[in-house]
């Protein structure tokens, strides 16, 4: 047995022999796999180097530099210098990437390396190239706009009473579909002011006695209110709905409200005679002539005898014309300032 003291006083002699004294006396802790100290050198002795350079070579400073293990896992982050150099040190062996991330430039990830004990390794080509502009656009469907302009529009009220729907002051309002087309023309052909008005137009024709032959009284007047009803609401959707569907083209009128005088004069008459298209070219409003003749067409299912004929039909288209006529200049020059909820995009 070697005494204790033997131990603490041997010594590795120069040129890597041992003392002779203690030649023959075994060292404890000899093999230097099995020394902690060894072994906790040997995991933290290696290191990661490198320099961060932009597209010119410059040196790029306080980048966000990650050291992570082969299988992404961050082991430790650090800010490029001044000059865009940065190291790891005390690294355990191992498979490794590197991954730098800098403002106005794209994310950069080296291709995996393996560093060994005791490795100064250093990362070659950090290169970072500027990051490509990203614009975020929000894009919503025509339909989604369409119908939200239609909300808008069934507010829209001459007076505050008066139905104003057909009448839009957004210069490039949405196309509507024509699922759209038919519920707005149900909207305003069913709106209880257009019963009102109805029911006007049946007490003139009876005091004037028009159409004679429905007679008078409560009888007569009930027939004329329904020849009336019929005529609006056929005239309403064959105009509104079921023509502009067919033939894809906008129903409602826009509103120059700007220009001189006489440009929007012309505009108003031209809008009872051209309309716009659902892909927003100016083609001929057939839909409006169509649609009153077929209206004018069905009232001879309905009217007296005496007045049924090839002449009610174009009677009724002609009146429906000058009708349309007159609503347009009255939406041109005095509805934008009588309407209630008039919506606008401020360019009509």
């Not at 369409?146 to 909300?151: K, L, P, S, V, W």
Request: charged share 15%; net charge positive.
């Amino acid at each position: 047995m070697v005494p204790a003291s033997a131990v603490g006083q041997q010594r590795i002699a120069p040129g890597g022999t041992r003392s002779r004294s203690l030649a023959d006396a075994p060292l404890p802790n000899s093999d230097p796999q099995n020394s902690p100290q060894q072994t906790s050198s040997a995991e933290g002795s290696a290191s990661v180097a490198g320099t961060v350079l932009d597209a010119s070579g410059a040196g790029v400073p306080d980048a966000e530099v990650s050291l992570a293990h082969g299988d992404g896992t961050q082991l430790r982050t650090m800010a490029s210098e001044a000059n865009g150099e940065f190291n790891f040190t005390k690294i355990p062996p191992g498979p490794y990437v590197v991954i730098v991330n800098a403002k106005g430039f794209a994310l950069f990830t080296s291709a995996e390396f393996v560093v060994t004990v005791q490795q100064a390794y250093e990362v070659l080509n950090v290169s970072l190239s500027i990051a490509s502009a990203n614009t975020e656009m929000t894009v919503r469907p025509t339909e989604l706009i369409a119908a939200e302009q239609i909300r808008a529009e069934e507010k829209q009220r001459l007076i505050g009473f008066f139905p104003n729907f057909y009448t839009s002051y957004v210069y490039d309002a949405a196309p509507l579909t024509s699922k759209q087309k038919f519920s707005l023309a149900t909207r305003g052909t069913f709106d209880p002011v257009a019963m009102i008005g109805v029911g006007i137009a049946a007490g003139l024709e009876q005091a004037t006695n028009t159409y004679a032959g429905y007679g008078q009284g409560a009888e007569g007047y009930g027939k004329r209110f329904a020849a009336k009803f019929v005529d609006g609401r056929s005239s309403d959707f064959l105009t509104h709905a079921v023509f502009p569907s067919l033939l894809h083209q906008d129903p409602r009128y826009y509103h120059q409200g700007s220009g001189p005088v006489k440009s929007r004069l012309i505009h108003a008459v031209r809008s009872a005679f051209v309309t716009r298209s659902d892909s927003g070219r100016s083609v001929p409003n057939y839909s409006y002539w169509l649609g009153d003749m077929c209206s004018g067409a069905l009232s001879n299912l309905y009217y007296p005898k005496a007045n049924r004929g090839a002449h009610l039909v174009f009677t009724n288209t002609a009146v429906g014309l000058a009708g349309r006529v007159g609503t347009n200049l009255l939406r041109e020059f005095f509805s934008k300032r009588l309407t209630t909820n008039a919506l606008s995009n401020g360019k009509s």
